[in-house]
C-alpha cells in the first residue's frame, strides 16, 4: 500500500480538502478520505485531479508531424494529407513503430494523460505481407505502452475496402488490409501481447468506407462488451459518398443498421445533421473528439453546443499528434465553439467553471470509450491521477477551479508535475520517468528517417 495526500483534489462531489489516498498493490485506489489531518512524514501535493484517458491515437503519425505542412500544386486537404500519409508508411520497421509510440506516450503522460487508446491499423510490412507474427505491430504497441506505464486499450482495426461499396485495394493501403477472418485472427493474437491488469481489448472497424455491411457484421458479432470505435462523418466529401452509396449519411447508417449503445465511441463526427446529433447523443455512446487534428486537417466544427445540451458524452482523442496536450485539446474544441456562435464559455454547465465542464466531461467520455475503470477518485477505481504544479506562474495563488480554468484556458504542458496511470507513477516533476532515454532513441530515429 503506498500513501499520498494532497491539500485539494477533486473528488466525484467536487473539491475536497486535505485529502489522504491510499493505492494498492493492484493499481487501484485503496482509500480516498477527504478532510483528514495531513501527515508531515507523507508525500504532499498541491492538488490532484483524475487523470484523463485519450481515446483516439494513430502513434506513428507523431512522426509525420510537421511534414506535411508544403502546399502542393493544387489546394490541400484531408485527403491530400492522407497521401502524404500513405507515402510515409512504407518507411516504417516495427522497431521504429515502439520507438516513435514510446516517445508519443511519454509526451502524452507528461501533458496530463493517464492512458491511451490506440486506434492500431498499421498491421503489416511494407508489401502488405503479414508479419510472422500477425499481431507483431500490436505487440511494439504494447511494448511502448508497457515500458512508458501509460494504460493501453488496443484497437486493432479491420480494413478490407479502400471506398464505400467495397472499392478494391489501393496501393496506399496495403499494410492495413485483413478480411473480415483475417482480422479476427490477428485481433485474438493481439491479445496475446497484453500482459497488464489495466489493458484492455477493443475492436476498430476503420471507418464506413474501409469496410462492408457483411465485414462489419462479421468482426462486430465477435465484440463481446466494446469497446467499439469507428471514424464516422469527418469529412463532407464522406458524407457525400456515403449517400451516393447507401441514401444514407454515415451516422444515420449505422444508427439505422446497428444498435449503436456505450460500447461505440464515433470518431470525429464532425458533419452531422441536427437530427443525426440529437439521435446519436440518446443512445449513449462517446463521440471521439480530436480538436487539434481536426483543426489541422480542415474537418469541420463539431455540433458541440448542441451535443451538449441533448447531455452527449464526449472524450479527447489526440490523433495524428499535431498536439499531445489535454489542455490545449479541450481550449481548442471551447475556442471552436466560440467561434462560431460568437459567445463565451459555450460548452460550461451553467453557473460552473468552462474548464470543470469540460474536463470532467473528457473524464467520463475518455474512462467509457477506453473500457476503463478510471475518470474518478474513487476507492476501486483505478489511481490515474495527474498532479497541478501550484509553483508554476500561471497557477501561483490559485486554487480549485480557478487553478483548473488556468490551466486548460491559459497555462502550458508544464503545469503538470506528476502522473499516475493505474498506480504507477510515471511523470515526476514534469518530466516522464524515462524521458532522456526515449528521446533520445526516438531523435536518432527521426534523424536517420530525414536523413
Ligand atoms: C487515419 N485519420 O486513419 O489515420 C485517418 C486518415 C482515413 C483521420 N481520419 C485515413 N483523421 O480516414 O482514411
Ligand atoms: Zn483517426
Same mark, same amino acid.
Given at each position: ?58 502513434? %506513428?503519425?507523431? /512522426? ?18 492522407? #497521401?502524404?500519409?500513405?507515402? %510515409? +508508411? ?7 513503430? #515502439? ?8 509526451? =502524452?503522460?507528461?501533458?496530463? $494523460?493517464?492512458?491511451?487508446?490506440? %486506434? ?37 482495426? !479491420? ?9 478494391? /485495394? ?5 499494410? %492495413? $488490409? ?5 482480422? =479476427? ?22 471507418? =464506413? ?23 464516422? !462523418? ?41 437530427? *443525426? ?16 487534428? *481536426? ?6 466544427? $463539431? ?59 473528457? +473524464? ?5 470509450? =477506453? ?37 486548460? $484556458? ?42
Amino acid at each position: 500500500m503506498r500513501k499520498l495526500q494532497a491539500k485539494s483534489a477533486l473528488l466525484p462531489d467536487g473539491w475536497a480538502r486535505n485529502v489522504r489516498i491510499e493505492i494498492g498493490t493492484d493499481g487501484r485506489l485503496a482509500s480516498v478520505m477527504p478532510e483528514s489531518p495531513l501527515d508531515a512524514a507523507v508525500e504532499t501535493y498541491h492538488t490532484l485531479l483524475p487523470a484523463p484517458s485519450n481515446l483516439h491515437s494513430h502513434a %506513428f503519425q507523431r /512522426a509525420l508531424a510537421g511534414l506535411t505542412e508544403v502546399r502542393g500544386p493544387g489546394d490541400d486537404d484531408f485527403w491530400s494529407w492522407r #497521401e502524404r500519409m500513405y507515402d %510515409f +508508411l512504407p518507411r516504417l520497421t516495427p522497431e521504429d513503430m #515502439e520507438i516513435i509510440a514510446a516517445q508519443l506516450y511519454a509526451e =502524452l503522460a507528461e501533458s496530463g $494523460f493517464a492512458a491511451v487508446a490506440e %486506434f492500431h491499423y498499421l498491421h503489416h510490412q511494407a508489401d502488405g505481407m503479414a508479419y510472422a507474427d500477425i499481431a507483431e505491430m500490436a505487440g511494439r504497441i504494447s511494448s511502448a505502452a508497457t515500458q512508458t506505464g501509460l494504460g493501453l486499450t488496443l484497437l486493432p482495426v !479491420a480494413y478490407a475496402r479502400s471506398g464505400f461499396g467495397g472499392a478494391p /485495394a489501393n496501393s496506399g493501403q496495403i499494410r %492495413f $488490409f485483413n478480411t473480415a477472418k483475417d482480422f =479476427l485472427a490477428l485481433w485474438e493474437a493481439s491479445r496475446v501481447h497484453l500482459h497488464r491488469a489495466d489493458d484492455h481489448l477493443g475492436m476498430a472497424p476503420h471507418s =464506413l468506407r474501409a469496410v462492408t455491411p457483411d465485414d462489419l457484421s462479421t468482426i462486430l458479432a465477435a465484440s463481446h462488451d466494446g469497446p467499439i470505435h469507428i471514424h464516422a !462523418a469527418e469529412q463532407v466529401r464522406e458524407v457525400e459518398d456515403c449517400l451516393a452509396w447507401s441514401g444514407q449519411r454515415p451516422v444515420e447508417w449505422l444508427l439505422d443498421h446497428h444498435d449503436i449503445n456505450e460500447c461505440w465511441c464515433l470518431i470525429h463526427a464532425t458533419q452531422m445533421t441536427e437530427t *443525426e446529433t440529437a439521435a446519436l447523443a440518446k443512445t449513449g455512446a462517446v463521440a471521439g473528439l480530436c480538436p487539434t487534428t *481536426e483543426a489541422d486537417l480542415g474537418d469541420g466544427i $463539431f455540433n458541440g453546443r448542441q451535443w451538449h445540451a441533448a447531455g452527449g458524452k464526449w472524450g479527447i482523442g489526440t490523433d495524428s499528434h499535431i498536439g499531445t496536450d489535454i489542455a490545449v485539446e479541450l481550449r481548442q474544441l471551447e475556442w471552436s465553439q466560440r467561434l462560431i456562435h460568437k459567445q463565451r464559455t459555450v460548452l460550461a454547465n451553467p453557473m460552473q467553471s468552462n474548464a470543470m465542464s469540460l474536463y470532467t466531461s473528457a +473524464l467520463q467520455g475518455g474512462a467509457q470509450a =477506453l473500457g476503463r475503470q478510471s475518470g474518478r477518485m474513487e476507492a476501486g477505481y483505478w489511481a490515474d491521477m495527474v498532479a497541478l504544479d501550484a509553483g508554476h506562474p500561471a497557477l501561483a495563488g490559485k486554487s480549485g477551479d480557478t487553478l483548473l480554468d488556468s490551466w486548460v $484556458f491559459a497555462g502550458s504542458r508544464n503545469c503538470v508535475s506528476d502522473v499516475w496511470s493505474a498506480g504507477r507513477h510515471i511523470v515526476k516533476d514534469g518530466q516522464h520517468i524515462d524521458r532522456t532515454e526515449i528521446a533520445q532513441r526516438y531523435a536518432a530515429f527521426m534523424r536517420h528517417l530525414l536523413a
